[in-house]
Antibody, heavy 122, light 107 residues
Framework: EVQLVESGGGLVQPGGSLRLSCAASGFTFSDHAMDWVRQAPGEGLEWVGRATHGIHGYTTEYATSVKGRFTISRDDSKNSLYLQMDSLKSEDTAVYYC?????????????WGQGTLVTVSP | DIQMTQSPSVMSASVGDRVTITCRASQDINNYLGWFQQRPGKVPKRLIYAASTVQSGVPSRFSGSGYGTEFTLTISSLQPEDLATYYCLQHNSFPLTFGGGTRVEIK
């Protein structure tokens, strides 16, 4: 069974930093690209970014709203995905979900974690 | 960025009704579109991928269609457990983008 468990959320002041982690289990982590998705309170879903996968390393992609402030990384030896968030703004307040991208031509995100709440407030 | 426009944003229907939700892309995304259901207080769940392929385990009343810029999610006979917000997601090009969501209410 695919399991994705996020951690690291909490309260942070505007301009501050926070690092989220996602522990993956139940599948071969290194075979999958991984995405972060967020959802502000009472709002819709917003894709944050992706860490691709591959034997020669990985690349990253970001939403326009977070590019230059957020950094996604992964450690396949630890089956873990990370989201480093810097220069945080109030509009970054959201539940952050770790998600799995299926391998092959099987579409977008097929598994979600339970999410971790990040609150940016003075 | 590709904009995904969903309509309607809210709808109310009776049990047994046929429900159709539309998602329009600001440019051609081939069939790189998925549909997700998010029940109140729950994590999103994928219903459809590749515009029309139903996820394993999803009830057969859910179907998807479309190609290019216009897509639809259809619930053939609305059930009480379908109370949820539905989102489309394009993954044709980065950055990926979600539609704004359609909240389905039961009359």
């Amino acid at each position: 069974e695919v399991q994705l468990v996020e951690s690291g959320g909490g309260l942070v002041q505007p301009g501050g930093s926070l690092r989220l982690s996602c522990a993956a289990s139940g599948f071969t982590f290194s075979d999958h690209a991984m995405d972060w998705v967020r959802q502000a309170p009472g709002e819709g879903l917003e894709w944050v970014g992706r860490a691709t996968h591959g034997i020669h390393g990985y690349t990253t992609e970001y939403a326009t709203s977070v590019k230059g402030r957020f950094t996604i990384s992964r450690d396949d030896s630890k089956n873990s995905l990370y989201l480093q968030m810097d220069s945080l703004k109030s509009e970054d307040t959201a539940v952050y979900y770790c998600t799995r991208v299926p391998s092959g031509p099987r579409g977008p995100i097929d598994s979600w974690g339970q999410g971790t709440l990040v609150t940016v407030s003075p | 960025d590709i904009q995904m426009t969903q309509s309607p944003s809210v709808m109310s229907a009776s049990v047994g009704d046929r429900v159709t939700i539309t998602c329009r892309a600001s440019q051609d995304i081939n069939n790189y579109l998925g549909w997700f259901q998010q029940r109140p207080g729950k994590v999103p769940k994928r219903l459809i991928y590749a515009a029309s392929t139903v996820q394993s385990g999803v009830p057969s009343r859910f179907s998807g269609s479309g190609y290019g810029t216009e897509f639809t999610l259809t619930i053939s006979s609305l059930q009480p457990e379908d109370l949820a917000t539905y989102y489309c997601l394009q993954h044709n090009s980065f950055p990926l983008t979600f539609g704004g969501g359609t909240r389905v209410e039961i009359k």
